[in-house]
C-alpha cells in the first residue's frame, strides 16, 4: 500500500488496435493515472473473448488475433470508476479486462 494507506490496483486492458488511439486519449484524461504502458500483443485460441467474436480465417489457421495491452495502476477504487466507465462506453467493443490488488510496489 501508499503511505496514504490506500488500497493500489493494476488494471490490464486488451483492446483491439483499432481502439487504441481512442484509448490512449481517454485514459490521458484522467489525472488519477499518472501513466500507463501499452504493448502489441497477440490473442491466440479459437475465438476472442466470451466466443462472440470468431476469428477470421488468417487468424484461425496462425492461431492469433492482434490486440494492444495497457497496463496502468492506480488506486483500486479510481480504477474500479475508470472500468464502469469503460464498461459504458465500449460495450461490444470486444476488449477484455483484468483489474487486480497490488500486495508491494516500488520504484527502484
Do not use: C, W
Given at each position: 500500500?501508499?503511505e496514504?494507506?490506500?488500497?493500489?490496483?493494476?488494471?490490464?486492458?486488451?483492446?483491439?488496435?483499432?481502439?487504441?488511439?481512442?484509448?490512449?486519449?481517454?485514459?490521458?484524461?484522467?489525472?488519477?493515472?499518472?501513466?500507463?504502458?501499452?504493448?502489441?500483443?497477440?490473442?491466440?485460441?479459437?475465438?476472442?473473448?466470451?466466443?462472440?467474436?470468431?476469428?477470421?480465417?488468417?487468424?484461425?489457421?496462425?492461431?492469433?488475433?492482434?490486440?494492444?495491452?495497457?497496463?496502468?495502476?492506480?488506486?483500486?477504487?479510481?480504477?474500479?470508476?475508470?472500468?464502469?466507465?469503460l464498461?459504458?462506453?465500449?460495450?461490444k467493443?470486444?476488449?477484455?479486462?483484468?483489474?487486480?490488488?497490488?500486495?508491494?510496489?516500488?520504484?527502484?
Open positions: 500500500m501508499t496514504h494507506n490506500t488500497l493500489q490496483g493494476l488494471l490490464i486492458l486488451i483492446a483491439p488496435p483499432n481502439l487504441e488511439d481512442t484509448l490512449v486519449d481517454l485514459l490521458l484524461q484522467h489525472n488519477e493515472i499518472s501513466g500507463f504502458t501499452t504493448s502489441h500483443v497477440s490473442g491466440h485460441g479459437s475465438s476472442h473473448g466470451n466466443g462472440a467474436v470468431a476469428l477470421s480465417i488468417v487468424e484461425q489457421v496462425t492461431g492469433r488475433q492482434k490486440r494492444v495491452q495497457f497496463m496502468l495502476h492506480a488506486s483500486l477504487p479510481d480504477l474500479q470508476n475508470l472500468v464502469r466507465e464498461k459504458a462506453k465500449f460495450s467493443t470486444d476488449m477484455h479486462y483484468i483489474l487486480l490488488p497490488i500486495a508491494e510496489m516500488q520504484t527502484m
